[in-house]
């Protein structure tokens, strides 16, 4: 029995099939992967053999939709034609070796489908994000969409995978038939429960007929829509001893739709293991293996849930992005070394609901792995004797300090302040944002087994310069607010300060009546963290919308956050004027007048800092400058930055 986690690395059986441990990587609507006819290829392969080789117990390809009106986004797997099992095959063949049980989820959008062929149940759009109303499915359709979720489960099989799981849950088509609020019909497949759940019982015996009783088919469903006239948890716990009945091998029990109260994938602003308690309940009513899911990242909270009893198996989709090696470490007992996801969904959920590819803020190799050991020559022999001075230990230069030192360099990091993190660390210290500094951790714990130098309180001079000599230096100073040209600004009474200052705990304006000026991500988390300490809180916004740098995912629950204190949000605004102890603007045609004001916390534009690289002139020294010192935007760019600077620096 391992000696870390004994409970999470136990084997466990999911129909006739063995699971090498408890950890299932979910399916992923990643956006990459595939050829314009949507077969699979090399780039989607590596990706699966560094997860496969990191200790999955068992993983599952997203998106494989069935039918071509069911393809969520472009640039997903398609199951529909034979032709996709031979390079289905060749991906199977690739992570084999590796011991990860291997399998495929099979999906319909429905009226959740990124095109306008939408179908559904009912000819009623999407609650959210998914514009365009579907076409209503006729009888004799539907057949034919069972028929392609049977279709598609046989290639599969022909492929080699070692099992299915038909995705029932999160609002496309199975669980939009499941559904009241999105199946209005009055046919055999609408109104009562019974009806509703046809079209679920009809795949599986579909599946059942065309690839044999013995292979493992699991369900993902939800245990609540979390959304009104939904599917909800007295549907799941009526529906898991039918579906347990038929011998399915497992439930995967999940949680919302398009638009639902509580996203299907939660932001840091929500608890972790957030839709445990679904699962355990699902569990006491049925003895087949159910999994968890939801915001499980750390591997004292999957032993927990599998030593008390409330799931048999765990699923993790963003943590595997985030550290393909999360299993490997978690059994080592290396629990720092693990790179944790930190809920930001900017590269996972953002950039693919932009119809990107997707990625991940903390980990720039995602996508990336089947270009590992082709980017870099080696300088020569030098190459790992090259000395680098990386300046600033945000997250950019901390990034670039590990990844230099892992490809030889000799690496020393020099920071002005005596913390570490730069703003990132001050941006953790806001209400429901302590995850941000989980990277941070991570790096340090990185350049600590690394044996990197690192010496705060210690600004850059010649004289450091001189007493070094490096032969690069990485320069990653970051950027810090800029005060606006407004009129009256410079003259009024009220106190000025960043929002860096409020949020880094650098002044306490407990109580105060306090002008944001500023509605981005910045803006909006300074408000948060200000009303948090009492604060009456009025924030100007001159752009069109409130913080759109962030995932949709954060802000949706950051802007629900703010509609429970006392902060008043003002965008658009023109026409801005500063007076002694207030402002005047412009807002939809109306002009505001906010008086009684204490402060003004500038949130607005930010300058990079990148003075430090005049001190460089007349030496031969080759710099890069990244991250915010470069230009100022958000995480995902300066740790992507961080890491391939070194790629250029072993170039040469």
Sequence with gaps: MPAHYPN?????????????????MSAMSINFGVDEKGMVNEQLTAYFVARAKGGAGAMLVGGGAVHPTGLELPHLPTLWDDDCIGPLEKMVKAVKPFDSRFGVQLMHGGRQSYHDRK??????????VVKGVPRELTADEIL?????????????????????????????????????????????????????????????????????????????INGEDYISGGWTMKDTLRLAPILEGLGVA????SAGVYGSRQLTIPSMYVEQGCFVHLAERVKEKVALPVVAVGRIKTPEMAEQIIKEGKADMVAMGRSFLADPQWPRKAMAGRRKAIRHCIGCCLGCIHAVLALEPGGCVVNPSVGREYLAGSQTAARGSEATALKVLVVGAGPAGLAAARAACLAGCEVTVLEKQRKVGGALDDAAKAPGRKELGDIINFFLNELDELGVELKLGRPVDADFLDELRPQAVVLATGALPEAPMIKGLARTEMELFTVNEVVGGKVDLSGRKIIVLGGGQAGLVGADYLAGLGCTVAVLHRGEHFAEEMSSNDRYYLRERLKQVDVSLFKKIRKLRFDTKGVSFKCNGTTVELKGYDAVVIAENMKSVRQAANLLKGRQVELHVIGDARSPRHLMYAIEEGEQVAEMLVAG
């Design 250 to 253: 497992y439930l995967h029990v």
């Design 8 to 24: 999470l690395f136990r084997p466990l059986k999911l129909g006739n099939m063995e699971v090498r441990n408890r950890l299932l």
């Design 144 to 220: 034919e969409m069972v028929a392609a979720f049977g279709n598609a489960a046989r290639r599969c099989r022909e492929a080699g995978f070692d099992f299915i799981e038909i995705h029932a849950a999160h609002g496309y088509l199975i669980n939009q038939f499941l559904s009241p609020n999105a199946n209005h019909r009055k046919d055999q497949y609408g109104g009562a429960f019974e009806n509703r759940i046809r079209f679920l019982l009809q795949i599986i015996a579909d599946i059942r007929s065309k690839c044999g009783e013995d292979f493992p088919l699991g369900i993902r």
């Design 119 to 128: 179908v559904a149940p009912s000819a009623i759009p999407a609650p959210a």
